[in-house]
T-cell receptor, first 111, second 113 residues
Framework: DAKTTQPPSMDCAEGRAANLPCNHSTISGNEYVYWYRQIHSQGPQYIIHGLKNNETNEMASLIITEDRKSSTLILPHATLRDTAVYYCIVRANNAGNMLTFGGGTRLMVKP | ETGVTQSPTHLIKTRGQQVTLRCSSQSGHNTVSWYQQALGQGPQFIFQYYREEENGRGNFPPRFSGLQFPNYSSELNVNALELDDSALYLC????????????FGAGTRLSVL
């Protein structure tokens, strides 16, 4: 699986959009971009995933650049409960279900 | 809530002992994966079970073993515990052998003294 690079930490004001970047410059054509988050003392929670088109669900939006070398997870109106570690993971869907977690981005939402 | 339950929530063992952790998968899911998460790090893949057979393994020694039962619940067994085995152990279930979203339980916190 391709390696991802994320900033170790970010702050966001409550009510504002949180934009979390991820670099995956060595991504292969059959690899998807997945985002999970882990709130303190809980298991990781699936947020969203995509291949090359932008995706949106009730939790977030995922913007993938045209060359697929980077992506941004957008939480449109961050709340204090969105404070968590966010993991960007790339994975080929024919390679088992294994997820390779990096260090993630620790997002702190502040009042 | 993901529907994935793990037991126990916390466990304390001493070095050299053996431990069994349990996981009930989400209804309709036939694949279970186990991860180890050391303090301050991301989860590391241990192995995956699909329809009662091991189907992928990470870089963990043979003293880490598992089982999956006909109802798709699973156990993780660790023999000869070492201090470095202290971690949060996470179970994730999914539908199918590959390419599917994994849903995680809350984990079992193991402390080895």
């Amino acid at each position: 699986d391709a390696k991802t690079t994320q900033p170790p930490s970010m702050d966001c004001a409550e009510g504002r959009a949180a934009n979390l970047p991820c670099n995956h410059s060595t991504i292969s054509g059959n690899e998807y971009v997945y985002w999970y988050r882990q709130i303190h003392s809980q298991g990781p929670q699936y947020i969203i995933h995509g291949l090359k088109n932008n995706e949106t669900n009730e939790m977030a939006s995922l913007i993938i650049t045209e060359d697929r070398k980077s992506s941004t997870l957008i939480l449109p109106h961050a709340t204090l409960r969105d404070t968590a570690v966010y993991y960007c993971i790339v994975r080929a869907n024919n390679a088992g279900n294994m997820l390779t977690f990096g260090g993630g981005t620790r997002l702190m939402v502040k009042p | 809530e993901t529907g994935v339950t793990q037991s126990p929530t916390h466990l304390i063992k001493t070095r050299g002992q053996q431990v069994t952790l349990r996981c009930s998968s989400q209804s309709g899911h036939n694949t279970v994966s186990w991860y180890q998460q050391a303090l301050g790090q991301g989860p590391q893949f241990i192995f995956q079970y699909y329809r009662e057979e091991e189907n992928g393994r990470g870089n963990f020694p043979p003293r880490f073993s598992g089982l999956q039962f006909p109802n798709y619940s699973s156990e993780l067994n660790v023999n000869a515990l070492e201090l470095d085995d202290s971690a949060l152990y996470l179970c994730a279930s999914s539908r199918g052998r590959a390419g599917n979203i994994q849903y995680f339980g809350a984990g079992t916190r193991l402390s080895v003294l």
